[in-house]
């Protein structure tokens, strides 16, 4: 008979226990860009930012048309970089696809504008897919002579990725809580980032009577990014949306060569500095960086 207020006390621990922990799992959670948590989808976002692929055109015809297409690398990151979890101790998987690609149409309007759409074909990586992931943008030639040309063009991209995050492929071979699976997944996540941004890129131009015509680029960015997890754990589901939002300046450079006056190749480099605080300061470099090539065809 002694026992049972002892007994009576720890369930009423267990269930508010259980209870806590059902809260943690179906709540929302906002951090800060430079924690583990918003470094990680600022690292993805700058992945699909929607930068320029050449500098606004000047002196084509009303109405001139052009697709492009433009692969870009995504970095591979450590083991230690992937530490994104609960404040940057539990592993996440980061490294999904190793290349992000966008399809462009372009077509020019009066005074030297000119109008964008781009698409991401939703191709499956590795349980990674892009998921209805669409930008556009305006741009124009403000100086254009023999020698330089400079242009300014507005973006937006909306959309993001499916992905298996929290609970990859290799996680669930391990059993739950055990060191190779401490979340206690037993299925495959279905994880959901949005990489919603918006902003201006600013490009300078060298002309020179040739072929090959290069560029550099600085972007001001405003990302509004967030992770909405769909976990199925030994204990439940979880269902956690984590959000972001901050500002990011990129910079790129960039060579287009064109074959005649109708078809071009290019090729850039983007790099955009990220901050980030760890409970333990041994990843090495948390930038991004990135190579893009593609192919621009007017008609």
């Given at each position: 008979?002694?026992?049972y207020?002892f007994?009576?006390?720890?369930?009423?621990?267990?269930?508010?226990?259980?209870?806590?922990?059902?809260?943690?799992?179906?709540?929302?959670?906002?951090?800060?860009?430079?924690?583990?948590?918003?470094?990680?989808?600022?690292?993805?976002?700058?992945?699909?930012?929607?930068?320029?692929?050449?500098?606004?055109?000047?002196?084509?015809?009303?109405?001139?048309?052009?697709?492009?297409?433009?692969?870009?690398?995504?970095?591979?990151?450590?083991?230690?970089?992937?530490?994104i979890?609960?404040?940057?101790?539990?592993?996440?998987d980061?490294?999904?696809?190793?290349?992000?690609?966008?399809?462009?149409?372009?077509?020019?309007?009066?005074?030297?504008f000119?109008?964008?759409?781009?698409?991401?074909p939703?191709?499956?990586?590795?349980?990674?897919?892009?998921?209805?992931?669409?930008?556009?943008?305006?741009?124009?030639?403000?100086?254009?002579?023999?020698?330089?040309?400079?242009?300014?063009?507005?973006?937006?991209?909306?959309?993001?990725?499916?992905?298996?995050?929290?609970?990859?492929?290799?996680?669930?071979?391990?059993?739950?809580?055990?060191?190779?699976?401490?979340?206690?997944?037993?299925?495959?996540?279905?994880?959901?980032?949005?990489?919603?941004?918006?902003?201006?890129?600013?490009?300078?131009?060298?002309?020179?009577?040739?072929?090959?015509?290069?560029?550099?680029?600085?972007?001001?960015?405003?990302?509004?990014?967030?992770?909405?997890?769909?976990?199925?754990?030994?204990?439940?589901?979880?269902?956690?949306?984590?959000?972001?939002?901050?500002?990011?300046?990129?910079?790129?450079?960039?060579?287009?060569?064109?074959?005649?006056?109708?078809?071009?190749?290019?090729?850039?480099s983007?790099?955009?500095?990220l901050?980030?605080?760890?409970?333990?300061?041994?990843?090495?470099?948390?930038?991004?960086?990135?190579?893009?090539?593609?192919?621009?065809?007017?008609?």
């Amino acid at each position: 008979m002694l026992l049972y207020p002892f007994k009576i006390k720890i369930n009423k621990l267990i269930i508010s226990s259980l209870l806590f922990f059902t809260c943690l799992m179906h709540s929302n959670q906002e951090v800060d860009i430079n924690s583990p948590e918003g470094w990680g989808m600022a690292f993805m976002t700058s992945a699909g930012l929607n930068l320029g692929q050449s500098p606004p055109s000047s002196g084509d015809d009303i109405g001139t048309f052009s697709i492009s297409a433009e692969l870009s690398s995504i970095p591979h990151l450590t083991r230690e970089q992937q530490k994104i979890g609960f404040g940057g101790f539990k592993d996440e998987d980061l490294n999904k696809s190793p290349v992000f690609g966008k399809l462009r149409a372009n077509i020019v309007l009066p005074l030297d504008f000119n109008a964008e759409i781009s698409w991401t074909p939703p191709f499956k990586i590795d349980d990674s897919k892009p998921d209805d992931i669409w930008g556009a943008a305006i741009s124009k030639s403000l100086v254009n002579n023999d020698r330089f040309g400079l242009g300014l063009r507005l973006f937006m991209l909306r959309g993001g990725a499916i992905a298996s995050v929290t609970c990859s492929k290799d996680v669930i071979e391990y059993e739950p809580y055990t060191p190779k699976n401490t979340s206690g997944c037993i299925d495959k996540s279905k994880d959901k980032l949005q990489m919603d941004h918006e902003g201006a890129e600013l490009f300078i131009s060298f002309n020179a009577p040739s072929n090959v015509h290069p560029w550099i680029s600085l972007a001001s960015i405003n990302i509004d990014t967030s992770v909405e997890i769909d976990a199925l754990l030994k204990t439940g589901r979880e269902n956690l949306i984590v959000r972001s939002d901050g500002s990011l300046k990129t910079y790129s450079i960039g060579i287009n060569y064109d074959f005649d006056e109708n078809r071009a190749l290019s090729f850039a480099s983007s790099y955009t500095p990220l901050d980030v605080e760890r409970p333990r300061n041994t990843s090495g470099n948390d930038n991004f960086w990135n190579l893009r090539v593609g192919i621009i065809i007017k008609f």
